[in-house]
């Protein structure tokens, strides 16, 4: 089979690889599709470090079961799943806060992923409840975004809301949590540079949409600044516009992912009388991947529009240049 490896910093190469063998408990996926996360994107530039290369990324990902080994699974069911496979039994997976697990590794991050024809989902994987089973009706490419829209789920969860949000950063992830937002009936706001995913959040009826240039305009028309900003970029220049956005005891959430070595520093006296509540959300739960499957299941909410651009798997070194130069909105590989 086909399959895009990660092999250390700045080298993505496609390979010819067996298809994976299984063992008891195990099933084998054939791949349809798999979303270009800005996550991957970074690991290749050498940027973040939990990642363990070689290995083949993507984890964002529509399959087919074509081989179960597992009594539980039954072949040509269509499926997502849930990369995080923790030990399910310390402190904190009993609280479902797997990502925090000692033991904890990741489907695209530590085994092989979704940048391939098939990819192998282990028994502990199976048993720990991270194949999310869909309808067939379902559209391939809705399913590639229940992982991400149960992050940004998970994001909402944590966060402090009440009558006003800024977004910063127009992406898929972004405009997600303009989806949600506006599900959630707050008056919403994205600051983005590029023209093309202003133009989108505007068609999901943001109730405001700037430009780095325009702030002061944005800061009238909320009558200075908003309860609660969430960082869906990891451009340094959005940190500081966080804090001009936010309203005496705004909440802050910093989603985006930064590389190793960015540091944030606060003045601890005006973060005192500022009264700021300061969190990173990241990843997301069982609770919110199961979610987020319900949510498209149910037609709840739609990705229309964003899936932009999709690459053939041979062509992969090219998608993530797509991605890196942020062309449209999201991009995949469809092996």
């Known amino acids: 089979m086909k399959a895009a490896v990660f092999e250390s910093a700045n080298k993505l190469s496609i390979q010819d690889k067996p298809i994976p063998k299984l063992e008891s408990g195990d099933v084998l996926i ?13 690991a290749l530039k050498g940027e973040i ?13 529509s399959g087919i079961v074509t081989e179960s ?25 009993r609280k479902d806060l797997d990502k925090y697990c000692q033991e904890l590794y990741g489907i695209g991050h530590d085994i092989d992923g979704g940048y391939a024809e098939y990819l192998r989902v282990p028994k502990q994987a199976v048993e720990n409840g991270c194949l999310l089973s869909v309808p067939d009706e379902i559209p391939t490419e809705e ?31 972004g405009l997600t949590f303009v989806k949600l937002a506006k599900l959630k009936g707050l008056q919403t706001f994205v600051v983005e540079p590029l023209e093309h995913r202003r133009k989108m959040a505007e068609q999901l009826d943001a109730d405001g949409v700037a430009n780095l ?15 609660t900003v969430i960082l869906a970029t990891n451009n340094v220049d959005a940190l500081d516009l966080m804090f001009e956005l936010a309203k005496r005891g705004a909440c802050l959430n910093f989603f985006g992912l930064f590389p190793k070595g960015n540091e944030l520093k606060l003045e601890l006296e005006d973060l005192h009388f500022m009264g700021y509540k300061i969190l990173a959300s990241w990843a997301f739960s069982r609770w919110s991947m199961n979610e987020a499957r319900k ?19 041979e062509r992969a070194v090219e998608a993530f ?13 469809a092996p």
């Open 30 to 42: 054939k791949v349809e599709l798999c979303g270009i996360c800005a996550s991957d994107l970074m």
């Open 49 to 61: 470090t939990d990642y363990s290369p070689p290995v083949v990324m993507g984890h964002e990902l």
């Open 69 to 93: 080994r597992h009594n539980a699974v039954t072949m040509g069911e269509r499926i997502t799943v849930n990369p995080m496979i923790s030990c399910g039994k310390c402190h904190y997976c």
């Open 143 to 173: 399913v590639m975004f229940i992982e991400a829209l149960g992050c940004c789920l998970n994001a909402m969860r944590e966060t402090i809301f009440h009558e006003s949000l800024a977004i910063l950063g127009a992406g898929s992830i």
């Open 213 to 227: 240039d325009e702030i002061p305009k944005l800061m009238d028309i909320t009558n200075g600044g908003v309860d």
């Open 295 to 313: 949510m498209i299941v149910e037609g709840n909410i739609k990705f229309d529009g964003f899936l932009t651009h999709c690459f053939p798997l």
């Open 321 to 333: 240049e797509n991605g890196k130069n942020r062309c449209g909105v999201k991009t995949a590989l």
